[in-house]
């Protein structure tokens, strides 16, 4: 899976993730056809909480990430403690932060997320060893 998404939408984003750390200690991240869900559930499983992004919310969305994965699902389970860094001021990331690339593979089984700036620099990226369930 490949998606990139624009500088607005880099804010709508991060405010799901933290609304969803709220939830759970895990960050599932579910690439569908009908868009990107994102998913947590609390320890004692009586809270959940889901975002579905569809796919004309990113300027670029793309389920085949190079690799052929055929008709299989793929769905990452992401420690929240890692992922929450990164969108940790939200309003800094909205005036530096020109696009968003997150990308998932199953080849190297890896979730990799790139914050580009408006001078052509690299904010900073984000390269995890996710539990991929295919």
């Not at 709220?22 to 056809?33: F, V, Y």
Request: hydrophobic share 40%; net charge positive; glycine share 6%.
């Amino acid at each position: 899976m490949n998606c990139v998404i624009e500088r607005n939408s880099v804010k709508a984003l991060g405010k799901a993730i933290h609304a969803l750390s709220r939830i759970g200690n895990e960050l599932w991240l579910d690439p569908m056809a009908k868009g990107l869900a994102l998913r947590s559930v609390n320890a004692a499983h009586s809270a959940y909480g889901c975002f579905l992004f569809s796919p004309m919310f990113f300027k670029q969305y793309s389920l085949e990430s190079g690799s052929k994965q055929g008709s299989k699902a793929i769905k990452c389970k992401l420690v929240m403690k890692s992922v929450l860094p990164l969108f940790r001021c939200l309003t800094s990331i909205e005036r530096s932060v020109e696009r968003c690339h997150i990308s998932v593979s199953t080849a190297t089984d890896r979730v990799i997320i790139q914050f580009f700036c408006r001078h052509g620099r690299k904010h900073c990226v984000w390269d995890n060893n996710p539990i991929l369930l295919k």
